[in-house]
């Protein structure tokens, strides 16, 4: 079942964090993030999943900037986000969508007990100019059945800025 925008107003501070929280940015059953104007490209031709990859960091002017095509740009949410009882879900807005622009390639699924900011994977069909603090996602909540562990993986857990892929992590052990 999903929370409806009445029901993650009245969980705020209790079993849901949205740091910050403004109400117009609540939806029938979602909730709208903005976009931050921090933004990360990879350096390197050619990426390794064995290891951590250079990256470099791009800021988007309040006049915006023209993204290109072809090109991967890691970005975040300008809001926190957690919950230790509910799974949240991000989906691009329909209308960012409807201008050929992606914020997650596969990345919309989260896990019980996530807390950080939420890392976009923004891509684009055609050149697009963006702006800082659009609202370009939507936040929803489903519920669980069952026990469950909370996520609790020390990657990217209360994170504090755009995360690159940590996945070299996985092939230390």
């Not at 929280?21 to 993030?33: A, G, K, T």
């Not at 990360?40 to 990426?47: F, T």
């Not at 072809?70 to 807005?93: A, D, I, Q, S």
């Not at 562990?149 to 995360?163: A, P, T």
């Amino acid at each position: 079942m999903i929370l409806s925008g009445k029901e993650i107003k009245k969980k705020l501070g209790k079993e849901i964090v949205i740091e910050p929280f403004s109400e117009n940015q609540l939806n029938p059953n979602s909730y709208n993030l903005r976009l931050h104007n921090e933004l990360l490209v990879y350096d390197e031709p050619i990426l390794d999943m064995k290891k951590e990859n250079k990256v470099k960091k791009l800021f988007i002017p309040e006049e915006g900037l023209v993204l290109e095509t072809g090109k991967l740009y890691l970005g975040r949410t300008v809001e926190f986000t957690g919950t230790n009882k509910y799974v949240p879900m991000l989906e691009g807005r329909s209308s960012i969508g409807r201008l050929g622009l992606f914020i997650h390639v596969t990345a919309g699924f989260g896990d019980v007990g996530f807390h950080g900011f939420w890392t976009l994977e923004i891509f684009c069909v055609q050149p697009i100019k963006i702006y800082p603090g659009v609202e370009i996602c939507q936040i929803y909540y489903h519920s669980i059945e069952g026990e469950y562990d909370e996520y609790c993986s020390g990657k990217y857990q209360n994170n504090e800025g755009v995360q690159p892929s940590l996945l070299y992590k996985d092939f230390e052990s």
